[in-house]
């Protein structure tokens, strides 16, 4: 699987982003896809990820209720729609897809988009 991230920009806070992944490769069909973040200075951090079948999400509890995962499999692309956008928020948004169930720990993830920039500030 080959995965490449877009979407991400400069927003306001309270602003909303959508950011893409589109993915090459029959296996994208069942894979889990997710999406992490990483800020400066700090480590990767899992923010959502869904089951091959589109079903069993995931958020991290700093996300939960503001951000949504959802997958088209005809563009075999997914996506992470961010809404009430928060400074914190600012980091490199990675996807990434395993072969298995929607696991919360990056080292799980076997494939990686190059990332892509979301910085949150006024």
């Known amino acids: 699987v080959q995965l490449q991230a877009s979407g991400g920009g400069l927003v306001q806070p309270g602003g909303s982003l959508r950011l893409s992944c589109a993915a090459s490769?029959?296996?994208?069909?069942?894979?889990?896809m997710g999406w992490f973040r990483q800020a400066p200075g700090q480590g990767r951090e899992f923010v959502a990820a869904?089951?091959?079948?589109?079903?069993?999400?995931k958020y991290a509890d700093s996300v939960k209720g503001r951000f949504a995962i959802s997958k088209d499999s005809a563009k075999n692309t997914v996506y992470l729609q961010m809404n009430s956008l928060k400074p914190e928020d600012t980091a490199i948004y990675y996807c990434?897809?395993?072969?298995?169930?929607?696991?919360?720990?990056?080292?799980?993830?076997?494939?990686w988009g190059q990332g892509t920039l979301v910085t949150v500030s006024s």
């Open positions: 990434a897809a395993r072969i298995g169930s929607p696991l919360t720990t990056s080292p799980a993830y076997d494939y």
């Open positions: 490769g029959r296996t994208f069909s069942y894979a889990t």
């Open positions: 869904m089951g091959d079948s589109g079903s069993r999400i």
